[in-house]
């Protein structure tokens, strides 16, 4: 019996087949954890720490092996069992997907709600970062690569002007995302941090889709639907405001509104302002929206924001010890924006955008004596600031974008845009100076994003513009990769030639001005998870076709700026605190406008540094947040003219003093922790500059250079003090979420 039984045990181990093998990637790596099924049994093995595997299976007949893996596409090979044993080896093809893959990060900082981002800020951060009173380019400027400027609005980047970098909402760009400009004082953005889900802050080297900008572009993702039906209610020392969002039942559609108003007077009775406001700033903002799904899932949006504004300032004349330069504004503006995103099947997605915004600026500036009253002195130099400029701007555009999947996550995207400008001009001093500018800009551009592995992708794509304005076309090639170095970690390379038409202040003195062009070359190496964000990138950018101002408006300027620029952010290392590092280092100079040779710009500091602290404690409901900034002192100069040599000259050069400021917020939110309220509350507090530091950005001369004043903010220090009530969504979570 025993050997009876010892004979079956050797016939079935001799029945059975042994399957083995390894299991490794395309580049040879081993797999471990890997799970081998004999499809259609319970047949099967897990790859080992070496990638081996092995199993015994009494099937016989022909099968179907699988390999597969989480992050990897599956694998299946045939294979016949009958008596001898078999090795099967695998090899992997990683399976891309946006959770695991790489993403391309050089030049561009992304703030999102989205889970899926390689998120550096998100939307709460624009709210809580101190000092920064809610504006989005106040906090975007903590970001490497943006420099400390005071006396003008907008961004000024990696040795880029102000007006090198263009800001775009939903696709389309927006032509006066600032209120407009009064001398040596910068003005805030048009729009609440609150309108938009995502921020792309892109140093350089940006995609195709977008142009018209030589330096920058910050791009601006509106919100879909809100959460719920909301009404809400402002109050603070500076505005008043109001709005309400209502949402359908069947969370399809929305619609809602906002009113506030501005009058700084009483404001201005307690904080003594430099300039003498002859008519205080006072200020108008509606705006409207509505949003709803359509029935393939696609999403329609309509914003509609208007404006209206009004101020005047005296201050002293370098010329004259009597005289005042009396300056005042009026403007209106009105913009809209309508996008339609949607899902065409078969892998095919469209977006189509539409705007249009009209501003308009009625300026008056004027030579007043001690008596407030207009005088003419005989002195060209004086009296050529007696003027008025009415000034229209218009801008209409049409851009649509087509997608198609084609592998995976990879994707093509094409199309093109047109826009239509129309500036009107009308100067007026002793007579009257019209000029009239209208341009059709046409634009096609194409595009692929290439996921060769999880950790290979590549950004490929071009622009070809038109100007009508110009009379010059161009083509912009664009080329990003990126490539995983280990966990969380990246390094990225981009390049890409970026072409922009002159300002249209230049264009009025010669509309035959052609593009101006820079060259962007970026490496960047990231790591970065929940916790933690370490990035570090150095660039280098050459200027080409510069605007010159004389001998005549002409396109012979150059220049280049390179640098390296770190970022540090930490949400782990102390308990329920917050922070971030930012620094830059900037070399440029540039042969423009005036510059009688290539010269370090005036709007830029070799080294920018900034330290953001975000704490919120619970016991006593308040969130606690601190921005340092420091800038080394900028160059400034007094160019003057020298007859003789029919030039231009340097009369007087230095460098200011550094800049550096200290901001500070906090939110007090009494309604944590009460699940049942129904009304929420923010209370919100804000200081800039704490320790009243002297602030320098440059300084103004007279006109024989004898004489020169410090261009200074118009009061050391700006307070703010706020209530924000809200029904029906709870506001409070937002004070708190980002440091918790």
């Known amino acids: 019996m025993i050997a009876l039984v010892f004979m079956l045990a050797a016939g079935l181990i001799q029945a059975q087949v042994k399957v083995s093998g390894i299991v490794k990637d395309a580049r040879n790596r081993i797999i471990a954890g890997a799970s081998i099924t004999l ?23 022909d099968f179907a092996l699988e390999a597969k893996i989480l992050n990897y596409k599956t694998v299946e090979q045939k294979l016949t069992l009958a008596k001898d044993p078999l090795v099967i080896n695998f090899s992997l093809k990683e399976e891309v997907n946006e959770l695991t893959a790489v993403s391309v990060t050089a030049g561009s900082f992304e703030a999102s709600d989205r889970k899926k981002a390689a998120a550096v800020l998100n939307r709460l951060d624009v709210l809580t970062t101190g000092g920064a009173n809610a504006d989005i380019t106040a906090v975007v400027k903590t970001l490497p690569g943006a420099q400390q400027i005071g006396e003008q609005e907008g961004l000024f980047v990696r040795g880029g002007a102000g007006y090198e970098a263009k800001q775009y909402i939903d696709g389309t760009v927006v032509n006066n995302p600032y209120y407009s400009s009064v001398p040596d004082l910068a003005q805030r953005g048009r729009f609440s941090p609150n309108l938009f889900k995502g921020t792309i802050f892109s140093t350089g080297g940006y995609s195709a889709l977008y142009g018209e900008a030589l330096s920058s572009v910050l791009i601006l993702e509106s919100i879909d639907l809100p959460e719920k039906s909301e009404a809400t209610v402002s109050l603070s020392t500076v505005f008043v405001g109001g709005g309400l969002q209502e949402l359908a039942k069947d969370k399809k559609s929305s619609w809602g509104f906002n009113y506030g108003y501005t009058n700084l007077l009483p404001y201005f009775q307690v904080v003594k302002q430099k300039p003498d406001y002859f008519r205080v700033p006072e200020f108008h903002t509606a705006d409207a929206n509505f949003r709803f799904k359509t029935k393939s899932g696609g999403m329609i949006k309509y914003y509609t924001t208007f404006s209206h504004n009004d101020l005047g300032l005296r201050r002293a004349n370098l010329d004259s010890s009597t005289l005042k330069n009396a300056f005042g504004l009026t403007n209106t503006n009105w913009y809209n924006n309508l996008s339609w995103k949607e899902s065409l099947g078969n892998g095919w997605k469209m977006n189509l955008g539409l705007s249009y915004s009209t501003n308009v600026d009625d300026i008056s500036s004027q030579i007043q004596n001690q008596s407030n009253q207009s005088v003419t002195t005989g002195l060209y130099y004086i009296d050529s600031t007696n003027f008025t400029l009415h000034s229209r701007q218009d801008l209409a555009q049409i851009k649509t974008i087509f997608e198609k999947k084609i592998s995976g996550i990879s994707a093509f995207r094409f199309g093109g845009e047109y826009w239509y400008a129309y500036t009107n001009n009308k100067f007026t001093t002793n007579t009257l100076y019209s000029r009239l500018l209208e341009d059709n800009f046409t634009s096609l551009f194409g595009e692929a994003d290439l996921y060769i592995t999880t950790g290979l992708a590549a950004k490929l794509g071009g622009r070809f513009e038109h100007s009508s304005l110009v009379n010059s076309s161009n083509i912009a090639p664009r080329l990003s990769l990126a490539y995983k170095t280990g966990k969380d970690a990246q390094m990225s390379l981009a390049y890409g030639t970026f072409y922009q038409k002159a300002e249209t202040t230049q264009s009025s003195f010669n509309p035959n001005l052609g593009y101006t062009k820079a060259t962007h070359y970026i490496i960047n190496f990231q790591k970065m998870n929940k916790d933690y964000t370490f990035r570090v990138e150095a660039f280098y950018k050459k200027y080409e076709d510069l605007i010159k101002t004389y001998p005549t408006y002409n396109n012979y300027g150059s220049g280049y700026a390179q640098g390296i620029e770190l970022f540090w952010r930490d949400r782990k290392t102390i308990t329920n605190f917050d922070y971030w590092i930012s620094y830059s280092y900037l070399d440029t100079k540039r042969d423009y406008l005036n510059y009688p040779q290539q010269l370090q710009p005036s709007f830029a500091a070799n080294h920018t540094l900034s330290f953001v602290t975000k704490k919120f404690i619970l016991p006593i409901k308040t969130g606690f947040n ?42 007090y939110v009494p309604s944590v922790g009460k699940p049942n309220a129904k009304t929420f509350l923010v209370l919100v507090a804000s200081i800039t500059n704490v320790f009243n530091n002297s602030l320098v950005y440059g300084y103004n001369y007279s006109y024989n250079g004898l004489k020169k004043e410090a261009i200074t903010p118009p009061a050391p220090q700006f307070f703010f003090i706020g209530c924000f009530l809200s029904w029906g969504v709870d506001r409070t979570q937002d004070a708190i979420n980002n440091n918790l």
């Open 39 to 61: 499809k259609g049994t319970y047949d099967g093995a897990i790859s080992d720490s070496l990638g081996n595997y092995s199993f015994k299976t009494f099937e016989k007949g």
């Open 626 to 667: 601190f921005t340092y900034s420091f800038a080394t002192g900028r160059p400034y100069y007094d160019f003057m003219y020298n007859t003789a040599t029919s030039k231009y000259y340097i009369a007087d050069q230095g460098t200011t003093k550094p800049f550096s400021t200290l901001g500070f917020s906090l939110n």
